[in-house]
């Protein structure tokens, strides 16, 4: 193997062509979790361009480009997946059949240790370092939008009845319902950030867009457009004004979602479970395969999903002592967080704290 790694301004419109080209062939090839959008050349470039220690590093054989692996590190050598904590999908994007040392290629890209918590799957010799594996729940759109309506009505019949209820009564109830599939106003991403970062602090969660670099990240990506990636901003107007909105990504085949949230005075009309499922209806007609909605243990994600995929958590690391020093400190914190997650008797009481906490800030 060659191994060059470079900063992601260097990198060059042949080896984009050539990282894209692996991706839109993945599912061919059993490897369809290549084509996530948070696996393609415009999101490791948009975070170039808001975060440091952003590298690409890319394998050639025989002259040829095999493998891109996207990733940040530190002066240290400690590496993380490119936009941990907001990807969803992580791992080294290859052509078919490429088997790669996960310890080599650290060496060749100067890391002692590289973190992940969304990494796909068929990634064998990361997985090797995964802590724990995670459900991702998708709906699958390829048959199209009636046929994944005919699966919600089997698999959850009073949720289907109910949401397509609550729509007829929006309908109603509302003047021009009406729904946006790519919305190009700036002011309607704007309308969402609001929504998200107040129901962060509804919830007693950190707030993401209060972190100047996710705003930018997330505002580089809305005003991206390739092919065949793009930023997908969609938007539920009633009464001439939006009352839910999302903003995800985009492949060939893959819709990844992201930031979904709504107005909390539409709520008796579930706006976000309508937006999703006309998201479904739209998406299929663009020949989307199906919507990611990530990892994460959430009700309505229960609810529209048709299958999981699955995404590990964990660490590669080689012989160094700045590996043992951070998996030292970030091992414990992963552990408890999850045990938390994984089990009701503990989530469900934390949560409720959180939210408690969350409406004491808000009402002072």
């Not at 692996?22 to 470039?45: D, I, R, V, W, Y």
């Amino acid at each position: 193997m060659d191994i060059s790694v470079y900063r992601p301004g260097e990198l060059s419109a042949a080896d984009r062509a050539a990282w894209t080209a692996m991706q839109s062939k993945a599912h061919l090839h059993g490897a369809p979790g290549l084509a996530n959008p948070f696996l393609s050349p415009e999101f490791t470039l948009a975070m170039g361009r808001v975060r440091r220690g952003v590298r690409i590093a890319v394998v050639r054989e025989d002259g040829e480009p095999a493998a891109y692996f996207p990733f940040q590190r530190t002066t240290a050598g400690v590496g993380r997946a490119v936009g941990l904590g907001v990807s969803d999908a992580q791992g080294l994007v290859h052509r078919p059949g490429f088997v790669w040392d996960a310890r080599e290629l650290m060496r060749a890209c100067g890391l002692a240790v590289w973190e992940f918590d969304h990494l796909v799957e068929g990634q064998e010799p990361f997985e090797a370092g995964a802590s724990g594996t995670f459900p991702s729940p998708v709906m699958d759109v390829d048959q199209g939008y009636e046929t994944y309506l005919g699966q919600l009505r089997a698999q959850s019949p009073k949720f289907t009845r109910t949401t397509l209820a609550k729509e007829r009564k929006l309908g109603r109830d509302a003047d021009g319902v009406r729904y946006v599939h790519d919305e190009r106003d700036p002011a309607a991403l704007s309308t969402l950030m609001a929504w998200k970062s107040a129901q962060y602090r509804r919830t007693g969660r950190s707030d993401r867009f209060a972190h100047e670099w996710i705003t930018r990240l997330v505002h580089q990506l809305f005003h991206t457009r390739s092919e065949p990636f793009a930023g997908i901003l969609s938007v539920l107007y009633a009464d001439g004004k939006p009352i839910a909105a999302h903003f995800g990504l985009r492949t060939e085949r893959v819709l990844a979602c992201w930031f979904p949230a709504y107005d909390p005075a539409f709520s008796k009309y579930s706006p976000g479970l309508i937006l999703h499922l006309r998201m479904a209806e739209a998406a299929a007609a663009d020949g989307i395969a199906y919507l990611d909605l990530g990892r994460g243990q959430k009700e309505y994600k229960d609810s529209l999903k048709t299958r999981e995929l699955a995404v590990s958590e964990g660490w590669v690391t080689r012989r160094h002592p700045v590996a043992v020093g951070h998996r030292a400190r970030r091992a414990p914190v992963r552990a408890l967080r999850n045990v938390v997650l994984s089990r009701p008797e503990l989530f469900e009481p934390a949560d409720r704290l959180l939210k408690r906490m969350g409406h004491f800030r808000s009402s002072r």
